[in-house]
């Protein structure tokens, strides 16, 4: 067999449209030693699938190792379920609690109770209550005196700069005055 006619068969065979006898011919072809180089790696396709000598027979605990695999599969794919809808019901228990407690805290709610009948003791109650907030009013301000001084020691200097400023001008005043007779002179 010349190459062109093994280059031939092997499109064929890659295409799909080899017969058996077409496939038996290169299996028989590529079985021999003498192949050309840039026919190596065809050789090596065919020697594979020309027996099962490279292929290893599963051992006879093969099908339950796959079936435990298997089984084992399908106990975490279980357990992930599990905690996914543990978490859902968990998510939906909390709503239902925030529903709950919203509708107890604003739509039971006790309002402002009268707590006197007699509108002279409130009144006095209100009073008292007024005085005190006063009493403790008057205590923070008492705290605040020091800062006042402050103000009044701020207008003792504002007052000193301003005869500072007008001693500075009347300076300024007599420098152009000597100035002017330097120049005259």
């Not at 499109?11 to 080899?18: H, L």
């Not at 599990?82 to 739509?107: C, N, P, V």
């Amino acid at each position: 067999m010349n190459q062109e006619e093994i280059k031939r068969l092997l499109e064929k065979y890659y295409n799909g449209e080899s017969t058996e006898a077409e496939e038996t011919l290169l299996k028989e072809f590529f079985s021999r030693e003498d192949i050309p180089d840039d026919l190596a790696e065809e050789r090596e396709i065919f020697r594979y699938f020309s027996g099962p000598e490279g292929i290893p027979e599963p051992s006879p605990e093969f099908e339950s190792r796959i079936i435990s695999a298997l089984d084992s599969v399908d106990r975490e794919s279980f357990k992930l379920r599990q905690r996914r809808m543990y978490g859902i019901l968990t998510g939906i228990a909390a709503g239902i609690a925030i529903l709950a407690g919203s509708y107890y805290f604003f739509l039971h709610k006790p309002g402002p109770r009268d707590t006197y009948s007699d509108p002279q003791i409130a009144y006095t109650e209100t009073m008292k209550i007024l005085y005190n907030v006063s009493v403790q009013l008057n205590n923070g301000t008492s705290a605040l005196k020091p800062v006042g001084k402050l103000n009044k020691s701020k207008g003792i200097l504002v007052e000193k700069m301003r005869k500072l400023d007008k001693f500075n001008r009347t300076v300024q005043v007599l420098d152009m005055i000597d100035n002017k007779k330097q120049n005259n002179n």
